[in-house]
């Protein structure tokens, strides 16, 4: 396992319920990413935050809102999300935020809306 | 936006045989290319990666081999083992571009006892 922890890792809501996702690193990292998982696409960037400012919002609907109170923690807040929103959810850090800075993934969230 | 394609989508292999995962990408200024390993119910760990400035890398079983001129590179595992078994993902990207990884769809990698 690597030094970036998701909670929980399965979750599942119904469309009006309201959630939050939690991501946690250990590493001492500068940048964090949301990214979205689904079957037969390629891994789809959402957000991401360079010491705690966010600096990427790549189209994603409102009903997904992040949240990064300090270079250790991301939240991802989920509210009245749709059935084509399930798919597993994954964080990751890396040292500075820039798309040639290896980056690292935590276990991810697998969510279901129902 | 850069496109990245990878194949074969699976993979099956016997134990022992040597496996290649080939990825084609459409930006000739991309110079980052990491390989992910994703196991079930776990996220994509870094298996290796490399850089424009070299064409090789090793790490034990695992080497990949990067041609700029034909915008390809590969992943070439030898001696493989039931625990490669895995799905496994190229991705590319260029320096001062943004933030995204660009990622291939994945191969899923079966390996046979």
């Known amino acids: 396992e690597t030094g970036v922890t998701q909670t929980p890792r399965h979750l599942v809501m119904g469309m009006t319920n309201k959630k939050s996702l939690k991501c946690e690193q250990h590493?001492?990292?500068?940048?964090m990413y949301w990214y979205k998982q689904s079957a037969k696409k390629p891994l789809e960037l959402m957000f991401v935050?360079?010491?705690?400012?966010?600096?990427e919002n790549n189209s994603v609907p409102s009903r997904f809102s992040p949240e990064c109170p300090n270079s250790s923690h991301l939240f991802l807040h989920l509210h009245t999300l749709q059935p084509e929103d399930s798919a597993l959810y994954l964080c990751?850090?890396?040292?500075?935020?820039?798309?040639?800075?290896?980056?690292?993934f935590g276990p991810g969230t697998r969510l279901t809306v129902l | 936006g850069e496109n990245v394609e990878q194949h074969p989508s699976t993979l099956s292999v016997q134990e022992g045989d040597s496996a290649v995962i080939k990825c084609t990408y459409s930006d000739s200024a991309s110079n980052y290319f990491p390989w992910y390993k994703q196991e079930l119910g776990k996220g994509p760990q870094l298996i290796i990666d490399i850089r424009s400035n070299v064409g090789e890398k090793k790490d034990q079983r695992i080497a990949v081999t990067l041609n700029k001129t034909a915008k390809h590179f590969s992943l070439h595992i030898t001696e493989t083992q039931p625990e490669d078994s895995a799905v496994y993902f190229c991705a590319a990207s260029k320096s001062n571009s943004g933030y995204a990884l660009n990622f291939g769809k994945g191969t899923s990698l079966l390996v046979t006892p």
């Open positions: 590493l001492g990292h500068n940048a």
């Open positions: 990751a850090s890396s040292q500075d935020a820039g798309s040639t800075d290896t980056q690292y």
């Open positions: 935050y360079s010491l705690e400012e966010r600096v």
